[in-house]
């Protein structure tokens, strides 16, 4: 074979072989953001149980601000599974073993609760920042436009003829918040015990419907139901923003300010989401997250955030001025309105 025969043999193979390398990294190049190396990171998941009230705010404000801020930090993404009922509620799903990694509860006493059912080993939320308060909000009286019976405090909830909604409290938080309202409030403007006694009487001989959460009680509020509810400020301040409350606040003298408590279920958290669930808890309590809570109508913690947002209360009280949630628990709704009050009304 001459020479030259044999160049242009090497020159065709060589060009060949030139084509099949050009070809295949085109398809490579095509094929390569869907190779198994490069399969986008599959999203952090977090799962979080809350009470009622918490619906709107986490899932439309806190769980958007935090993925933004997570991607920028570290460049992935997460998701959130969330679910919302009664305080009850969430704590009994908690303790039957669903996978909540971050519990927002009503009260201490449902956290509590929890450390009973040995899902928490102690008292953990109290090492949270503000011993796990994550907001506050007032327990208010909502009555329809114009006020039309003419109520003021919650001595008038007791009142002949005024028919009162209000949270369940077997199953809801902010039902027993507002067992404390009603005789604390009583309390805190110099009456007696007995007074207090009376008149967390006649408000509840008054109530006409009851729900299984504060949010199911102003649903049955605004079909008609009563007079009046007992309910967290925060509810009627964030439908009055977006132009949806047909009615009017009326701020007793006196009322108990909620603490909404924090808790991490460490059983449920595997090792490589612990650093995810963490800092989405201690952003909670960011600047950025308590005004966030402050513009859906819940107080911050951070007292400075609050400026002149919200209506001054003459003589607000929290759960501590009641001896905590374990004596006011045992001394007010179990012996007084759990066997004295509920157990001798008409069924």
């Known amino acids: 074979m001459s020479e030259r025969l044999l160049q242009l043999n090497w020159s065709r193979v060589l060009g060949r072989v030139v084509i099949v390398l050009m070809v295949g990294a085109l398809a490579f190049y095509a094929?390569?953001?869907?190779?198994?190396?490069?399969?986008?990171?599959?999203?952090?998941?977090?799962?979080?149980?809350?009470?009622?009230?918490?619906?709107?705010v986490m899932n439309k404000g806190i769980f958007p601000a935090f993925q933004k801020e997570w991607q920028a930090r570290t460049g992935e993404r997460v998701e959130f599974v969330a679910s919302f009922a009664g305080s009850g509620t969430i704590t009994n799903q908690i303790i039957l073993g669903v996978p909540a990694q971050v519990g927002i509860l009503s009260t201490e006493l449902d956290a509590q609760r929890l450390v009973d059912a040995q899902v928490l080993a102690e008292p953990t939320w109290r090492a949270l920042p503000h011993n796990g308060t994550l907001n506050l909000t007032p327990f208010v009286i909502l009555t329809?436009?114009?006020?039309?019976?003419?109520?003021?405090?919650?001595?008038?909830?007791?009142?002949?003829?005024?028919?009162?909604?209000?949270?369940?409290?077997?199953?809801?938080?902010?039902?027993?918040?507002?067992?404390?309202?009603?005789?604390?409030?009583?309390?805190?403007?110099?009456?007696?015990?007995?007074?207090?006694?009376?008149?967390?009487?006649g408000i509840w001989k008054n109530v006409v419907a009851q729900a299984s959460s504060a949010r199911g009680a102003r649903t049955q509020f605004e079909n008609g139901f009563g007079d009046a509810l007992v309910t967290y400020e925060q509810e009627a301040l964030y439908d009055i923003a977006r132009h949806k409350f047909d009615g009017e606040i009326i701020y007793p003298r006196s009322t108990v300010e909620s603490e909404h408590t924090v808790v991490v279920i460490d059983r449920n958290i595997a090792p490589a989401e612990r650093a995810v669930v963490d800092a989405f808890v201690e952003f909670l309590w960011s600047k950025q997250a308590q005004n966030i809570f402050v513009q859906y109508g819940f107080r911050s913690v951070n007292e400075a955030l609050n400026g002149d947002t919200f209506a001054r209360i003459e003589k607000p009280f929290r759960v501590g001025a009641l001896g905590g949630w374990q004596n006011a628990k045992?001394?007010?709704?179990?012996?007084?309105?759990?066997?004295?009050?509920?157990?001798?009304?008409?069924?």
């Open 31 to 56: 094929m390569e953001p869907w190779l198994p190396w490069n399969t986008p990171t599959r999203p952090r998941t977090i799962v979080v149980y809350g009470f009622s009230i918490l619906g709107d």
């Open 144 to 201: 329809h436009k114009g006020n039309p019976k003419n109520i003021h405090d919650f001595s008038d909830l007791a009142r002949p003829g005024i028919g009162v909604v209000h949270a369940d409290p077997r199953t809801s938080g902010g039902a027993m918040w507002g067992i404390l309202a009603e005789y604390g409030s009583a309390r805190q403007l110099g009456l007696s015990d007995a007074d207090a006694a009376n008149q967390l009487a």
């Open 330 to 347: 045992q001394n007010i709704i179990d012996a007084l309105w759990k066997e004295k009050i509920i157990a001798v009304q008409p069924k």
